[in-house]
């Protein structure tokens, strides 16, 4: 095996699948790791590097452009390039990718940090279920973190969700075995080992809705508020679930767009939202109206927060503190698993 050595432990090996711009970039990090090499020291420049080893200049650039993204090394103006820092290399370096930028993500988000602590460096990128975006990020940071945590929702030129397309399952098949976690939704097959922590949509609302159903009975007819279109598009499997319950248990159901500006309310119903803005406007109909939330008239919102149990509204929810946590725990510990979340019926004053 032929092999070719520098000043310092870096070796690049002709006969190694890995790509040489990754076996720069390991060896430089391993030195560091090691303390063969530290803060402010000064490494070769791409030119004495390529000829060092007989690389095409590209390759070094390119490994080199991987470090400066990872602030391992900095450059310097008319002086050449530098470690530039040494603490996060011995902490897992995660991408994180969240679809959108909400109150839900961002609890996922926030518990997936705080539970990994300084056991690893998180950078947070938002891509607005857009397939361009997602593959423009993730395309640009192949092999350069430890840990791929992905949300994968997407929208269609008509604005409904997808769960994957077939650029994006192409993409992320590149990258390696055992990095990568599914968070949120699931429904992606990938030739690489995985971990997911996710929620089922379509039977979590219809176990959930089942747990509440001796209060869901009280009413005469259930409405999902379901926006077909939409910027952030949520899976249809929501709908699904929502309308095996009701056939299954025969409740009249009926399924809506948005809530509109004077729509009909009538003692008996009970209306399920998932956009916020459509639980706003519906709870301010209810009032302005002089009905009773919770006697006249029941709301059920997707998703809980805060703000949703000062006001006493009754929510289907996942627990979005225990998807961070246990995302974190399977990137700490390096274990493939599937873990499906808890999702709930909370029972409040709205129902």
Known sequence: MRRRKMTYPLT?????RVPKYQQIVNGIIDSVAHGQLHLEEKIPSINALSEQFGLSRDTVEKA???????????????????????????RINVLFLANKLSTYKMQIYNSFVQRLGDQAHTDLHIYHCDETLFLSILTKNLRTYDYYVIMPHFKTAGLQHVSHTPAVVATMNQLPDNKVLLLDN???????RHAEVYQDFEDDIYRALGEGLHRIRRYDKLTLVYPRRSVYPYPKRILYGFRHFCVQHDLPFAVIDAVEPDMALTPGQLLITIEEADLVNLVKQIRDRGLRLGQDIGVVSYN??????LLGITVISTDFTAMGQTAADLVAERRVAQVRNPFRWIARESV
């Open 12 to 16: 690049i090996d002709e006969r190694s």
């Open 64 to 90: 080199y452009n991987i470090l400066k993204q990872r602030e391992v090394i900095t450059s310097v103006k008319g002086k050449g390039f530098y470690i530039a820092r040494t603490p996060l290399l011995g």
């Open 186 to 192: 699931n429904l992606i097959e990938l030739k690489q």
């Open 304 to 309: 809980d927060t805060p703000l949703k149990d």
